[in-house]
């Protein structure tokens, strides 16, 4: 079936749904609903059997859903209307919520149910549920809704039908900032958690702080500190640590309210967009594999199980700064002085890696000094990864990679992925040639002509064409929440194999017994890389800018035009686009 995705922007469950319809066969195309362009006209030109919209911000014109059907994803149970539902689930304590997909008309959120389905929701961020059951959940809807419109049978349920069976329509405001406001002299750490997670990554939380006003995003709760509620107390990896009335929350990143006629603002690691203003604090620092649990925050971590040792980490939006690099490699390599068979990489749900820190590089002094240093401090990683031979190590993909964060998962020996995830292996959407050894890593899992097709069309990859492809060697088929405990079960059984000895004495010879050094690959992406950050007219630099600032494409990219073949082994004949979220 012809099948065009109508979207504000090519997020990742828009993402998802064309990699996961592909998959099934269908042909996709998308159209991003943009300022000033004409999406009737833009219908017409597809000329689809089915519009789909996963992620739209505007309604749909008249034009268009009164002559083909629409159906918008809705992230709200049935009856739930408004644009701000899960900011509400969240500021609300739902413990559960779910997805509509419903039919475009007069209007919005309003028109008749084609699929829903309900989910949990669990203690954890607006983006990072919107990712995780969410997304689960729409995939569930939109496929059921899908194969509904195909049978050519089915009659959607009247919204009002729907009230009567228990669902009363129930139109929720904006959620604006006088509902999202903290006061410090008032909340707890629970309620300022709750409101920050309820805004993370939009639209962060209004607050001021050191004379200025800021966007406040992520929070995370600290049972040991305490202090004149509001007042800074720490800082810790780039995060500051501030007061309640009850203990202390770590908010890891700021955004600085823009300025009118101002530029566009971007979220920093919190300390670093103070800059002077941040008073001398004390670094509550870590050691390098730290045991933490719930009593503070931190964004890597360690445990151990028998012969199994478990390194996570969680940076925001899955970018990685140079120092993040820096302190993931301290942390990895003090793991493998650990008595473990098997080291496990990543684990977490939500974001495993989405390559170098754009954010961090655009505030920058020289943008493409930083460029080069974050490059090497990720290739440094990458190179610890690849070359470690006393031990499996896997990387297990809870949530969505990209770029370098693909590339770094390809250096285990073993790549893992959450049955949800959504893998970006290319880089050329950012102007950049790629790096983290994916000229060797890439081709040895999936061949050259397929790693050639893969970097040049910028397509979405779900986990199934991720297995299919080679890209990743197990698929967990579970929920967000079980995933770290599915992976420390499935490497516990890994680690108890008798072939993981032999593997592993394997390993020593295989590195050194195929054909070029590991390091002559890296030294030629580097050479490439560095023209790019030197060259101050590549594209690379205006494209990090409006990635950064949140620019508005003037049109839909041509490589997301309509389809002329099928999939084949997982692998779409046109293109995606890559947008790190979050």
């Known amino acids: 079936m012809r099948i065009l995705l109508v979207a504000s922007a090519f997020n990742s469950l828009t993402q998802r749904v064309h990699a996961e319809l592909r998959d099934r066969g269908h042909t996709v195309a998308v159209e991003l609903a943009l300022p000033g362009h004409d999406l009737a006209e833009a219908v017409r030109r597809h000329a689809p059997q089915l519009v789909l919209a996963p992620m739209l911000k505007t309604a749909i014109p008249r034009e268009v859903w009164s002559a083909h059907t629409c159906l918008i994803v809705h992230p709200g149970p049935v009856g739930d209307r408004g644009p701000s539902s899960l900011d509400w689930a969240i500021h609300e304590e739902a ?35 919107y990712r995780g059951e969410i997304a689960d959940a729409a995939l569930e809807a939109v496929l059921c809704a899908v194969d509904r419109f195909a049978a050519g049978t089915h009659r959607p349920l009247a919204q009002d039908a729907a009230a009567r069976a228990g669902a009363t329509p129930r139109v929720r405001p904006y959620l604006d900032q006088s509902v999202r406001r903290i006061d410090w002299a008032e909340d707890s750490t629970r309620t300022v958690v709750r409101k920050l997670r309820a805004a993370d990554s939009q639209p962060g939380v209004l607050d001021e702080l050191l004379g200025s006003e800021w966007y406040l995003h992520g929070g995370h709760p600290d049972s040991g500190l305490r202090g004149r509620p509001g007042d800074l107390l720490a800082t810790r990896n780039g995060a500051i640590c501030r007061a309640t009335t009850d203990g202390a929350v770590w908010i890891p990143e700021l955004r600085a309210r823009r300025r009118p006629g101002g530029p566009a603002t971007f979220r920093l690691p919190a300390a670093q967009a103070l800059g002077d203003r941040l008073p001398a604090l004390p670094e509550l620092a870590l050691p390098p594999l730290p045991e933490a649990g719930d009593a503070t925050w931190t964004d890597i971590h360690y445990r151990e199980d028998g012969y199994v040792g478990l390194l996570s980490f969680s940076f925001p939006g899955g970018a990685m700064s140079t120092a993040q690099c820096r302190r993931l490699l301290d942390a990895y390599r003090e793991a493998c002085t650990r008595p473990t068979a098997v080291l496990v990489l990543g684990g977490r749900r939500d974001f495993f890696s989405n390559g170098i820190h754009l954010n961090v590089i655009e505030a920058a002094d020289d943008p493409g000094a930083e460029s080069w240093a974050n490059i090497n401090a990720i290739d440094d990683l990458v190179e610890a990864v690849l070359t470690t031979t006393d031990r499996l190590v896997v990387s297990a993909i809870g949530g969505n990679a990209a770029a370098g964060g693909v590339m770094l998962a390809l250096a285990a020996d073993e790549v893992w992925c959450r049955s949800g995830a959504v893998l970006n292996p290319h880089y050329r959407l950012m102007g950049l040639y790629g790096s983290e050894y994916w000229t060797y890593t890439l081709p040895r899992r999936v061949g050259g002509p397929t790693a050639e097709r893969l970097t040049r069309e910028a397509l979405p990859v779900s986990s199934a064409g991720a297995l299919r492809l080679g890209l990743v060697d197990r698929v967990v088929d579970c929920g967000p929440q079980d995933f770290t405990a599915r992976t420390g079960a499935l490497a516990a059984r890994l680690a108890a194999l008798p072939a993981t000895a032999s593997r592993i004495a394997a390993k020593k010879t295989a590195l050194d017994g195929r054909g070029e050094a590991p390091a002559a690959f890296r030294e030629r992406e580097l050479a490439r890389m560095r023209r790019t950050f030197q060259d101050p007219d590549a594209p690379y630099h205006a494209l990090r800018r409006a990635f950064v600032r949140k620019e508005t494409p003037h049109r839909t990219p041509p490589h997301l035009a309509p ?13 995606g686009d890559w947008y790190q979220e979050g």
């Open 563 to 575: 389809v002329t073949g099928t999939a084949q082994h997982g692998v779409p004949s046109d293109a």
């Open 95 to 129: 413990d559960r919520w779910g997805v509509t997909v419903l039919q475009a008309d007069e209007e919005m959120d309003a028109g008749d149910v084609w699929a829903s389905t309900t989910c949990r929701v669990p203690p954890v961020s607006k983006s990072d549920l």
